[in-house]
């Protein structure tokens, strides 16, 4: 299944280390285990909180 929200890339744009998305990959997967869309809005929001952050 393709991904609906490219963290992915966008975590590339913004310069985010590979380990930095595995911890929020694991938080959303353990908070949505059974709904691919909802775990990576909470990743992409997780990852812009986080480069917002390092301003």
Do not use: C, W
Request: net charge positive.
């Amino acid at each position: 299944m393709s991904p609906v929200f490219d963290y992915e890339t966008i975590s590339r744009n913004l310069h985010i280390s590979r380990d930095v998305i595995g911890k929020f990959e694991k938080e959303a997967m353990n908070e949505f285990p059974q709904d691919n869309m909802l775990r990576e809005l909470h990743i992409l929001r997780a990852l812009k909180a986080y480069a917002s952050t390092r301003k």
